[in-house]
């Protein structure tokens, strides 16, 4: 048997990369009366003769949207233009990639679009995020923002995420210009991007593997528990243990660290209402 990854999907037939060989394969008939259900990103055992998938081996992450297997970090694109930058966004994306157990690191988009002010502005909001995230700020104009990304996706699967029109597939082109991405016409009434990315695809890049996927600006929490959402908000972590219960949501309940660090000023509010935000929605999934 040969070990290989799962780098695409079409129509029933599963691309598996060996490190040499692009090999089409079908996942074992068996698969279905077991629950396997093999994933863009899995590593497997296929038989290369016969071109068939007959193990997946165990993940380390899974993201339900995209449907991608073991992602080891997440890009978060975000455009930086006031009308289009949106951190209750921002935070919902990152909400979905720490439940996932995959790193986050936020790069902010059409920097060059921004006056000196706004680019200030930007740069004091993203202050506290820098605390706990790796954050780039780039212009597809100046190859200088975008060189820094490269050693990050050496012996990475890392997906390109963020809202739509924010740039991924111009990012990958950047990095990439082989690839020659099909990137999205920005409607002028709406100032929004076109989806144009049909599907999820592995690219071995950079001693790495990339994936483009489609664009979207609305995320679903199904598969997360308002109980544990407190567990996505990395700033929390410390302040847990000092809460007078250790059940603490950190909503309503009295003696909360949490809300005692929002007041004083070392949480920022925006922050701190994206959580009360993201925990109602999940409260109403339950009913």
């Known amino acids: 048997m040969t070990t290989g990854r799962i780098i695409k999907l079409t129509g029933g037939i599963y691309t598996v990369f060996d490190g040499t060989d692009e090999v089409p394969c079908k996942p074992r008939g068996v698969f279905r009366h077991q629950?396997?259900?093999?994933?863009?990103?899995?590593?497997?055992?296929?038989?290369?003769?016969n071109q068939q998938i007959t193990e997946v081996h165990p993940r380390h992450s899974m993201l339900k949207r995209p449907p991608v297997a073991n992602v080891d970090q997440a890009l978060i694109l975000m455009s930086a233009t006031p009308r289009e930058f949106s951190l209750i966004l921002l935070d919902r994306f990152l909400v979905q990639i720490a439940h996932a157990q995959i790193k986050g690191v936020i790069i902010l988009t059409k920097i060059d679009?921004?006056?000196?002010?706004?680019?200030?502005?930007?740069?004091?909001?993203?202050?506290?995020?820098?605390?706990?995230?790796?954050?780039?700020?780039?212009?597809?104009?100046?190859?200088?923002?975008?060189?820094p990304l490269k050693p990050l996706l050496k012996d990475n699967l890392t997906v390109f995420a963020g809202q739509t029109g924010a740039g991924k597939s111009s990012l990958i082109n950047?990095?990439?210009?082989?690839?020659?991405?099909?990137?999205?016409?920005?409607?002028?009434?709406?100032?929004r991007g076109k989806h144009t990315t049909r599907h999820v695809e592995l690219w071995h890049r950079f001693d790495g593997f990339i994936v483009d996927t489609p664009g979207f600006s609305k995320l679903s929490f199904e598969a997360i528990q308002k109980e544990e959402l407190r567990d996505c908000f990395v700033e929390f972590e410390g302040l847990q243990?000092?809460?007078k219960f250790r059940t603490c949501q950190h909503l309503n309940e009295p003696g909360c660290a949490v809300k005692a660090a929002v007041a004083s000023g070392l949480i920022p509010t925006t922050r701190y209402q994206s959580y009360?935000?993201?925990?109602d929605e999940l409260k109403a999934l339950e009913y």
């Open 276 to 279: 009360q935000k993201i925990y």
């Open 35 to 49: 629950a396997i259900d093999p994933r863009v990103g899995d590593w497997v055992s296929f038989d290369k003769e």
């Open 113 to 147: 679009l921004l006056n000196d002010a706004a680019m200030a502005d930007l740069k004091a909001t993203m202050a506290f995020y820098e605390q706990h995230f790796d954050v780039y700020y780039m212009s597809k104009h100046d190859p200088a923002t975008t060189a």
């Open 241 to 243: 243990s000092a809460c």
């Open 174 to 191: 950047t990095l990439s210009p082989d690839l020659n991405l099909k990137t999205g016409e920005i409607s002028k009434a709406l100032g």
